[in-house]
């Protein structure tokens, strides 16, 4: 998805452009029709296993007056995009925001040019990334994976083993855009703390499970998503997807396998075989872990999650119903109770023994 050409992109950047001239050209008021990201428009697709956008969709034009202003800034982004892609330049979309200023577009505040990014995506069936517009960066990667960057220009063909650095090495575009080159490992941990990312670092669990492991400082961001399928489907590598015992790392767990309802207008963003080894709500009275009670905003998180179309499964199911029963829950840390290496020696190998007999 992320890794066509600047050709393709730039194709639909420029076919939208004719369009809109074209109809200024006829005397028409400018137009488009952008599928609807409305909750009503959001289906579950069996086949795929994800959520996707149905056959809704919004008009846009300039012939009404109240939507001349969102017209017109979807356009300028699409022409923002384009000068990007041209250029083989990069933006944050902070950057985006700011830079839109200059031009005097009047976009309230970042959540509305966010939003007019994601418009964009949802018309040309690309995502952000696609354009060289990205968020900041966050989660990152270490493990004995070397790559070749392809992206941008500067670093195109340079070759780095992503565990050289002991912090690990940042997911951003041109790491999830590079090509695979050689890689010894046999599995990949996905880890939901950044502090049991380094203990696991510092405890050699790269070594002592050939994993690699990757940080994703909570809900994992669409570059590390794409990364982790791209392991999971171009190396082969089996995903164990590690979180806190709670709904909220349950549906990190579950964004990562099957998707969320804001990226419905995107595909092969989600790792349908990762496995989410736990925490689970089972978990703590099995590893004797510290817990806390369930908050209100927890409960009614469960509430959700138990008709969501993604937790239908009996496994998914069992542990939102433990949480109900136990209302406790605990966090990947409180492992530390019982000994700094606790996680790593006792949970890991019990876990992956359980998940390999299931």
Request: charged fraction near 30%; glycine fraction near 4%; charge should be positive.
């Given at each position: 998805?992320?890794?066509?050409?600047?050709?393709?992109?730039?194709?639909?950047?420029?076919?939208?452009?004719?369009?809109?001239y074209a109809e200024i050209e006829r005397g028409e008021f400018p137009r488009i029709r952008i599928p609807s990201r409305t909750t009503s428009n959001i289906v579950f697709d069996e086949e795929l296993g994800q959520f996707v956008?149905?056959?809704?969709?919004?008009?846009?034009?300039?012939?009404?007056?109240?939507?001349?202003?969102?017209?017109?800034?979807?356009?300028?982004?699409?022409?923002?995009?384009?000068?990007?892609?041209?250029?083989?330049?990069?933006?944050?979309?902070?950057?985006?925001?700011?830079?839109?200023?200059?031009?005097?577009?009047?976009?309230?505040?970042?959540?509305?040019?966010?939003?007019?990014?994601?418009?964009?995506?949802?018309?040309?069936?690309?995502?952000?990334?696609?354009?060289?517009?990205?968020?900041?960066?966050?989660?990152?990667?270490?493990?004995?994976?070397?790559?070749?960057?392809?992206?941008?220009?500067?670093?195109?063909?340079?070759?780095?083993?992503?565990?050289?650095?002991?912090?690990?090495?940042?997911?951003?575009?041109?790491?999830?855009?590079?090509?695979?080159?050689?890689?010894?490992?046999?599995?990949?941990?996905?880890?939901?703390?950044?502090?049991?990312?380094?203990?696991?670092?510092?405890?050699?669990?790269?070594?002592?499970?050939?994993?690699?492991?990757?940080?994703?400082?909570?809900?994992?961001?669409?570059?590390?998503?794409?990364?982790?399928?791209?392991?999971?489907?171009?190396?082969?590598?089996p995903v164990y997807l590690l979180t806190d015992a709670d709904p909220w790392g349950m549906h990190i767990a579950m964004v990562i396998i099957r998707g969320s309802a804001n990226a419905a207008h995107l595909r092969e963003l989600?790792?349908?075989?990762?496995?989410?080894?736990?925490?689970?709500?089972?978990?703590?009275?099995?590893?004797?872990?510290?817990?806390?009670?369930?908050?209100?905003?927890?409960?009614?998180?469960?509430?959700?999650?138990?008709?969501?179309?993604?937790?239908?499964?009996?496994?998914?199911?069992?542990?939102?119903?433990?949480?109900?029963?136990?209302?406790?829950?605990?966090?990947?840390?409180?492992?530390?109770?019982?000994?700094?290496?606790?996680?790593?020696?006792?949970?890991?190998?019990?876990?992956?023994?359980?998940?390999?007999?299931?």
């Open positions: 998805m992320l890794r066509k050409s600047n050709r393709e992109v730039l194709s639909k950047l420029s076919e939208l452009g004719n369009e809109i956008l149905g056959e809704q969709r919004s008009l846009r034009s300039a012939a009404n007056i109240k939507q001349i202003r969102s017209l017109t800034q979807l356009l300028w982004v699409a022409s923002f995009a384009k000068r990007l892609v041209s250029e083989e330049k990069s933006s944050t979309l902070r950057d985006l925001y700011y830079h839109s200023l200059n031009y005097g577009i009047k976009f309230r505040d970042q959540t509305e040019s966010d939003d007019t990014v994601t418009d964009l995506e949802t018309l040309l069936g690309e995502p952000r990334e696609g354009f060289n517009i990205f968020p900041k960066e966050r989660s990152a990667i270490f493990g004995d994976l070397e790559i070749e960057y392809t992206t941008p220009e500067t670093h195109k063909g340079r070759r780095v083993n992503l565990g050289s650095n002991p912090d690990g090495v940042m997911v951003g575009l041109s790491v999830a855009q590079a090509d695979f080159l050689s890689c010894k490992a046999d599995k990949v941990f996905v880890i939901e703390k950044n502090a049991v990312f380094r203990r696991f670092i510092e405890e050699r669990v790269y070594d002592k499970f050939n994993a690699i492991l990757i940080d994703t400082a909570g809900q994992a961001p669409r570059l590390a998503r794409l990364l982790i399928r791209r392991l999971n489907q171009e190396l082969g590598l989600t790792t349908v075989k990762a496995k989410w080894v736990g925490l689970w709500a089972t978990d703590i009275k099995r590893f004797s872990l510290p817990s806390f009670p369930l908050t209100k905003l927890d409960e009614e998180r469960i509430r959700l999650l138990e008709e969501d179309m993604r937790y239908r499964d009996f496994e998914w199911q069992s542990e939102l119903q433990e949480f109900k029963k136990t209302k406790r829950r605990a966090e990947l840390e409180a492992f530390s109770a019982h000994g700094l290496t606790a996680i790593v020696d006792k949970y890991l190998p019990k876990k992956l023994k359980m998940i390999e007999e299931t």
